[in-house]
């Protein structure tokens, strides 16, 4: 038992004269570096040398603009909020509402990225809204609204071409994702087959191709909530009631352990307000 405590011992020992070992061996190195000591060995003690004093204010005032920098930093990261979202989303639900979020946190500065590309949610924002199945390794997810999608088109299209049937829709220009006509035509009761790729226009975003459809150029296949503001002002409208869905859902994500960050709370506790509720059967 004793020897069992004079080991413990030993180890609390060695475990205090190793950092000053190591402190020690680093300023060896800057001296063999500098070529003149650093220190002068006193009486009682030791003293910086006129070297040491010198580099001492250096030192010292180096450190001080790392930390007023760090601080600086700090604090602009504290009142900035980066929201990562994909075109379609930022310009069409959630920039429209971002005002009554900047009302209710005056204090938080907003920049939106819209990058079509996955963004590292530790280095180039603190909140994303992404599309998908869910959930990811080392983030946090909020599922907010399904993914669905549905033909939507203008009035002037859809009088002309007097929409009935979605078998009409085979023979009309159809503008947007093929892979998401497929989905809606075959539940629609259209076609047994995927349509040709060649049928439909692809802009890359539901936005340009909704905004190809308003001028009269076909008839696009994109999400009614995105384009809800537009369905109630009639400048667009759904010939059909079915709505397809691919399985994926709308998220919000943050990389975990980030939910402690006041911006972020505050975030969530907004874009979950702005969810869309359930029609009543």
């Not at 505050?266 to 009543?280: D, G, L, N, R, S």
Request: charged share 20%; hydrophobic share 45%; with cysteine.
């Amino acid at each position: 038992m004793l020897a069992g405590v004079q080991a413990q011992l030993g180890g609390l020992q060695r475990k205090e004269v190793e950092p000053q070992a190591a402190v020690s061996y680093q300023v060896k190195q800057l001296e063999d570096r500098l070529g003149a000591p650093l220190f002068v060995r006193l009486s009682r003690g030791v003293a910086l040398s006129p070297l040491g004093q010198d580099l001492a204010v250096t030192a010292t005032a180096a450190f001080n603009q790392l930390r007023d920098g760090f601080a600086r930093a700090q604090a602009q990261s504290e009142h900035l909020l980066v929201i990562s979202a994909l075109p379609t989303m930022a310009a069409t639900w959630l920039a429209p509402r971002l005002g009554s979020f900047q009302l209710l946190h005056p204090e938080l500065a907003v920049r939106m990225d819209t990058s079509v590309e996955p963004v590292d949610l530790l280095r180039q924002a603190d909140v994303a809204i992404r599309t998908g199945r869910g959930p990811w390794p080392g983030l946090e997810a909020k599922r907010l609204f399904p993914n669905v999608f549905t033909p939507l088109c203008s009035p002037a299209f859809a009088r002309k071409h007097r929409l009935r049937s979605p078998k009409q829709l085979l023979a009309l220009p159809r503008l947007g994702r093929p892979a998401w006509w497929a989905l809606w035509l075959r539940q629609a009761g259209a076609t047994a087959t995927d349509p040709p790729a060649s049928a439909a226009v692809e802009f890359g975003t539901q936005q340009m191709d909704v905004a190809s459809a308003l001028s009269g150029h076909g008839i696009a296949i994109a999400s009614p909530l995105m384009f809800a503001a537009e369905l109630a002002a009639q400048r667009l409208v759904q010939p059909f009631d079915v709505i397809a869905s691919d399985g994926k859902d709308n998220w919000l994500v943050y990389a975990s352990g980030r939910q402690r960050l006041k911006k972020v709370r505050a975030f969530e506790a907004w874009v979950m307000e702005q969810v869309p509720k359930p029609t009543p059967p």
